[in-house]
């Protein structure tokens, strides 16, 4: 008797777990000589952000003297291209605080503390410029997109008795988040 039972228990296992096994089987014969197995896969996409420059540096327009005069002169900056599979934004500021100053002429010492806020920038040619500082600033931002492009705009601003004679630079950091 217990022999019985334990057949029949082998005998319902078999066909619990037969079915499940054949699943994963295929076999054929005759016309058509094809099966099919059914499948899964799966993955997990995470956040892809990619920031291009059209170019790592911008030479600033050489003031002149109606640029002192007005108080500032325009260069057009780099064009910026977003790539990204969520909503993203990208931000902008200054790595220093002030400009790094060079001297150039004997006797006329560059302007060692010429502040990062004499660089404007903006995303519209003849629009409102902000100030650069040191705190990151929205640039702009998007939803998903394959490439959103933005120009970057700088007025430089000049001042006749502040801003000598010298080779100026300042260091720009762009960083692109996405949320």
Do not use: E
């Not at 998007?142 to 260091?171: H, K, M, R, V």
């Amino acid at each position: 008797m217990k022999r019985a039972a334990v057949m029949l228990v082998a005998v319902i296992l078999c066909a619990v777990v037969a079915p499940a096994r054949s699943l994963a089987q295929c076999s054929a014969s005759g016309a058509p000589d094809n099966c099919s197995v059914p499948g899964s896969v799966s993955m997990a996409a995470a956040r892809v952000v990619r920031l291009q420059m059209s170019a790592g540096s911008t030479s600033l327009t050489a003031p002149t003297p109606s640029d002192f005069d007005a108080g500032f002169n325009s260069t057009t900056g780099p064009t910026l291209t977003v790539s990204a599979n969520a909503a993203w934004t990208l931000h902008i500021r200054s790595g220093t605080a002030v400009w790094t100053a060079g001297n150039t002429s004997a006797g006329a010492p560059a302007r060692t503390n010429k502040p990062a806020a004499d660089l404007m920038w903006s995303t519209v040619s003849g629009g409102a410029f902000s100030a650069l500082t040191t705190t990151d600033a929205s640039l702009v931002g998007g939803a998903a997109t394959a490439n959103s492009a933005t120009t970057l705009y700088f007025q430089t601003l000049y001042n006749w008795s502040l801003d000598t004679p010298g080779n100026y630079s300042l260091s720009i950091v762009l960083t692109l988040t996405s949320p």
